[in-house]
């Protein structure tokens, strides 16, 4: 028991000596108040993380809903552009169909025309060539005798259909 007579054994008494009178006269409860105050925090700042997770999982399931509508949208819109892009296509074809008909038709009527040039052309030489050929023909063959019998006859004709 040589102990007790060291004076760091005392101190240490004295100090748990000390810390009891602390606790019982309250600190205990000031720390038990410190404590539960401390606890009451968490506890608001866990609600508090719970509301918040709550509104952000419903915005983050706002916002899946509107990409969903917004990729439904896209789809309606690249479906309206590509049936619209069909009837484009059609009515082009119709149009260039029509344009080269419409070509074709002119192209046939300028052919016939000059066609029709080309035989009234041939006509008018083919009448210049008997003509010339004629008048050779009569003038080798004619001789005046035989041209003013004709004249007369002509003329003898001619006042028979007259009267």
Sequence with gaps: MEFITEPEFWVAV?????LGVLFYFGVHKKLASVLDARAAEIG???DEARRLRNEAEKVLA??????GEAANEAGSIVALAAKEAEIF???TRKSVKEHFDRRMKLAEEKIA???ADAIREVR???VDAAIAAAQTLIAEKLTPDRAE??????IDTLKSKLN
């Design 89 to 91: 296509a059609a009515e």
């Design 62 to 67: 706002d916002y899946r809903r509107k990409e």
């Design 113 to 115: 025309r000059a066609e």
């Design 44 to 46: 608001k700042e866990l």
């Design 149 to 154: 019998k004709l004249v007369s006859e002509s």
């Design 124 to 126: 008018s030489v083919a």
């Design 14 to 18: 004295s100090f748990f000596i000390f």
